[in-house]
């Protein structure tokens, strides 16, 4: 009894949180993800004073290289690739954005890269002036927003490492371990990987052609690591094998 009343009050508790949280923020699937997690329903409801939602269709660009970094953004739902295009006109993307994640906070005054759409998406903008003091305001903001930055970094400095000393197929298991752990929103409910992105887009963020990338997902269903893909998704038959190719030889 004491269990089933406890369940009851913590509905209950749940139920007028909602209450008190913008009906946006209420029904967001991807609060939990995002840096606003920690923040209280009043603080919320500060917060969502200054948001501006909005919704982008694939192949649209939510913010181009050079334009002027006012607005930082969390990604609610949906894919983004980021972007950067080279004098020679070639393309190196830099990095998948999904659910939960923060994008645009350069650290100068003018976005250094493109943010495009792979699926539909929906975004909370934020002026990236008044970021900065609600994060001076508010503790568990700035915790979390502190914590999103180190995973930026610590991704970064993975993806030199993997161009710089990994194989193509290294390469590939990586990624998709990445995708296992970084995008749930890519995870369907009987563990295989959704993928967004095109064999293009992952061939520009490894630093591989595109036949390569096919080559690559050809020899670990070879080796039994990961199944048929059909449209788009891609079967994970065993993760250790899939970390023990990441890992490269002993």
Known sequence: MATVAAKVIGLCDAARERDHLPQECANCVARHLAACS???????????????????????????????????????????????????????????????????LPDGPDYPVTAEALTPVTVCSFPRARITELVGQYPSLAKAVILKLQREITNAQGQMLSLGRLTAEERIAVFLLALLDKAPDCVNDDGSLHL???????????????????????????????????????????RDGLEEIAQGPG
């Open 196 to 238: 967004s992105m095109r064999r293009a887009d992952i061939a520009d963020y490894l630093g591989l052609t595109v036949e390569t990338v096919s080559r690559s997902f050809t020899k670990l269903r070879k080796a039994g690591v990961i199944g048929a893909e059909r449209a788009g998704v891609v079967e994970i038959l065993s």
């Open 38 to 104: 920690g923040l209280t329903p009043d603080e919320l409801s500060h917060l969502a004073e200054y948001v501006t939602r909005r919704k982008l269709a694939a192949g649209q660009a939510l913010f181009q290289e050079s334009d002027p970094a006012d607005n930082v953004f969390t990604v609610t739902s949906g894919v983004f690739k980021q972007y950067k295009l080279l004098a020679d006109g070639r393309c190196q993307v830099t990095g998948f954005y999904f659910a939960g994640d923060l994008i645009g």
